[in-house]
């Protein structure tokens, strides 16, 4: 693909959606592609991840579920982070119902994901209802939407003919699908051109082959060189570490080094 070897901020011009273009823009003035999965349990511990390694990162996911004392303070403290940073918010949901179902999952319900996340993902199970209904809540708010292609778990089912037509389906709706959780570059066979998504990738350390639950993890140059990848996510990789702040230097220097290799700079 001629886009892997662009530069961010070059390829924003080939994205309608504002929060992809967003994005790229972003990561080439901070000069990092690195997004911290930042999987805690506490928003105290949420919210000085955010501070602490903001500077270094893109985007910063989080499981807002998996909070034992979620209050509604959390979004906004979130959001004035993000602005402090320059950081986008991914709210790592992965939606999984019908068009109907996912709309009010998406604008309601205690979390009001949509209100506050700069960007959700989706599983392309139940067909393309999914990104419609998701598209009626998120557009006006112009936010952005990742499908979820691949996995980086064991067994996963997501392969094959089925990230081919996830890939087909995110071709129909680039004013809001900006690009895929995948493990690589997707291109469709028998098409004539390529088109441009990010491909945001998680399952990445540099220290483990993986975990005791299937999850799977490969290097920043893998990813970002050889699977030609543009996001490089990182969780107990860095928030597990006696200094996650050195960590997360450590890694967005990996990412950002095979990035310039890739493009060459
Ligand atoms: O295929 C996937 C998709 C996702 S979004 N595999 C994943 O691991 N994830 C998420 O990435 C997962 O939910 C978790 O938040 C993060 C990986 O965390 P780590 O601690 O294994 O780096």
Redesign the pocket.
Known sequence: SPYAKQTYSARAGGFSNPTGVQLLRLMDEKKTNLSI?A?VTSKVELLKMADQLGPYICVF?T?IDILSDYDETVPGALQALAEKHHFLIFE?R?FADIGSTVKSQYASGIYKIASWSHIT?AHPIPGEGIIQGLKEVGLPLKRGLLL?A????KGTLAKGEYSQETLRMAKRNKDFVFGF?GQRRLAEEGAEEDEDFLYLT????MAQPG?SLG?QYRSPEQVILESKCDVI?????IYGAADPVAKAIEYRAAGWNAYLKRTQQ
């Not at 691949?150 to 778990?153: A, F």
């Open positions: 999965a999987d996911k499981h790592d992965k993902n979820l691949e996995m980086s778990s959780i998680p399952g990445v350390s975990d999850q996510i990182v969780g107990r990789g």
